[in-house]
């Protein structure tokens, strides 16, 4: 009988779920960033094992919002966890369990299906530390299991599939055994230049940045010819975006276009437009 089931993966920002799906799917489909806030939309990504099928649903960083987009961000991470057969919590170990994991407990704790957590980045910190963790997170009595992993080197990630797998419930796959994710190439392309934005420039700026791919065609030599649109919010970014002599916005292509390449497996033409558009964070189909 064949299994299939949603597990939506939840935290704070940071916590790690994008380096985890992109572990669990064996390539790169999530954009990943030490600036938080880094995911604004749900990418999934589909793994096999056996009979089973999961879709997992790296959702966005969960927190107190303030701004608007933030508010667009977060109830966009929580209809993730409505919409899932099961609830896996990432916990970065190496900041312990914070005022935020709590309220974020607190929160699933409300719903009805199995919660699983997992401390991350267990190959950054001592493991007396991590068993106290573990205590901490069992007198909550809301996990089934409390795992130890490391998305980045994949410690022990096997051990939490194993158990994911068993436990999704009876029904037909919903997509074929050779997809990864059910996201437009499209639209991860764009996510992959609005990556390079967090990457390459300082503080603030990238969370006033949006990206649109304007163009995707195929040329008679194989070639994808890609045509984006940075968006930002006015003319002294659209500077810092160019940098000098363009040299910024050579580099955020070119770095993007790596990227594209590997997952497209074949050659890329990426152009990139810088437009300056004051109410971008107005329109739903930009924000996420």
Known sequence: ?????????????NAG???LLNNLVGVKISIVSPKVQTTRSTMKGICVKGDSQIVFMDTPGIFRPQKKLEKTIVKHAWSGAHNADVILLIIDSTKGITENDEMIIKSISKEEVPCYVALNKVDKIKKDKLFN???KLAEFNVFKEIFMISAQTGERVD???DILFDSMPEGEWQFSEDEMTDAPMKFIAQEFTREQIFLL???????????????????ENGKTIIYQTIYVIKDSQKAIV????????????MNSRKNIQKL??????LQLFIKIKENWVEIPDLCL
């Open 242 to 253: 160019l940098g000098k002599g363009g040299s910024m916005i050579k580099k955020i292509g």
């Open 17 to 19: 779920k994008s380096t």
């Open 159 to 161: 051990v939490l599939t």
């Open 201 to 219: 420039l300082d503080k603030e700026l990238p969370y006033n940045m949006a990206v649109e791919t304007d163009k995707w065609e195929v040329d």
């Open 264 to 269: 497209l497996d074949g050659p890329v033409h």
């Open 1 to 13: 009988m064949k299994k299939f089931g949603v597990v939506a993966i939840v935290g704070s920002p």
């Open 133 to 135: 963790m573990a205590e």
